[in-house]
């Protein structure tokens, strides 16, 4: 225990006096000693940054599997924050890292279309019975080249297909048929051999007889004459005058004035003009209607490659000479040289 030398400051202190003024606590006044508590301020504390390296993502390309395109959506790299440490202030650095993803390039493709057309086999058939023909009724009235009335609505309703109305609305009385390379004689509707005695009477119209039953009608060489119908051309009209077979020229007005004029003849299809010069320079001159053979042989073969006939009137001839002159078209053979473009050449013979 130690020696008192001032009151205790605190009572749980213990000591012992030597003293009479200790013991009575008669002491002088304590000193005080100032202690200064010195305020600590803490500097601020800067969190490390942590810097998240950039991530880059490739590019995804997407094989096109299909004609739709393949969308690739962009990654985002959610930011990244530190937390502030308690009770002390904390500077926050905020690090946000966003990686943006380039859409991938489209890769162009190719969509094949493929257009389906959905056939609708419509049944074409006729609708006939013991009591009702279509051939009948074609031979009788005409049934199929009806356009109104009762007959033209029982070819729309019961013979649609005879009268050849499914296919393409075609209402002639013959259903269109394919004809082979090397036609023959055949029928054209199954029914003719059943219908022959009705069919083949001399009551009905022989173009439906000759068209449909030819076979079963006895009308082959009617029918394949009517395959290849001769087609007769129109008659040509030309100049003419003078008869060269019997050596009597045109007389000069004739010549000149073109005041005959003829019809040729069915194989007569040119006009020609006949020059012919003596060695004294004198002309005699014929007009008339030939056939191609005449046009060949005196024109193209005789004629056209003289120089003193293609341009006759320019180039003299001091011998005896002949030009025949074929040409084309109705009147061509005006004056004595026709026009040039109408003479025959040896490519439109």
């Known amino acids: 225990m130690t020696q008192c030398t001032q009151l205790p400051i605190n009572f749980h202190e213990k000591c012992y006096c030597t003293t009479q003024s200790c013991v009575f606590g008669q002491f002088s006044a304590p000193t005080t000693i100032s202690t200064t508590s010195k305020l600590t301020t803490a500097r601020p504390t800067i969190a490390a940054s942590t810097t998240i390296p950039q991530t880059t993502v490739q590019p995804t390309t997407v094989q096109s599997t299909t004609a739709q395109p393949t969308t690739v959506q962009p990654t985002t790299v959610q930011p990244s924050t530190s937390v502030a440490t308690t009770g002390i202030p904390t500077i926050t650095v905020a690090l946000t890292n966003t990686s943006i993803v380039q859409a991938a390039s489209s890769i162009p493709t190719t969509t094949v279309v493929t257009v389906v057309t959905s056939s609708t086999n419509n049944i074409c058939t006729d609708d006939e019975d013991s009591n009702f023909s279509c051939v009948m009724y074609e031979m009788m009235y005409g049934l199929c080249n009806a356009t109104t009335g009762t007959l ?162 320019v180039v003299t001839n001091a011998n005896a000479f002949e030009c025949h002159f074929c040409c084309s078209g109705d009147q061509c053979n005006s004056g004595i040289k026709p026009a040039t473009s109408t003479l025959v050449s040896k490519t439109s013979g």
Not at 187 to 203: E, K, M, P, V
Not at 257 to 270: A, Q
């Open 152 to 313: 033209f609505n029982i070819a729309q309703k019961r013979c649609r297909s005879f009268c050849g109305i499914c296919a393409g609305n075609n209402t002639s009385g013959t259903p269109p048929a394919s004809l082979p390379t090397q036609p023959t004689c055949i029928d054209h509707d199954a029914r003719c051999s059943q219908f022959q005695f009705h069919i083949c009477s001399s009551n009905v119209s022989q173009n439906f007889v000759i068209s449909t039953c030819p076979k079963s009608c006895n009308k082959c060489s009617e029918y394949l004459a009517s395959l290849n119908p001769v087609t007769t051309p129109t008659p040509i009209k030309c100049n003419t005058c003078g008869d060269i077979s019997n050596g009597i020229p045109c007389y000069s007005k004739d010549v000149y004035g073109n005041s005959s004029t003829t019809i040729c003849p069915n194989g007569y299809n040119y006009c020609m003009t006949d020059v012919l010069n003596d060695s004294n320079g004198n002309s005699d001159v014929f007009k008339r209607c030939v056939t191609q053979q005449t046009c060949d042989t005196k024109w193209l073969k005789e004629s056209a490659d003289q120089d003193y006939c293609m341009r006759y009137g």
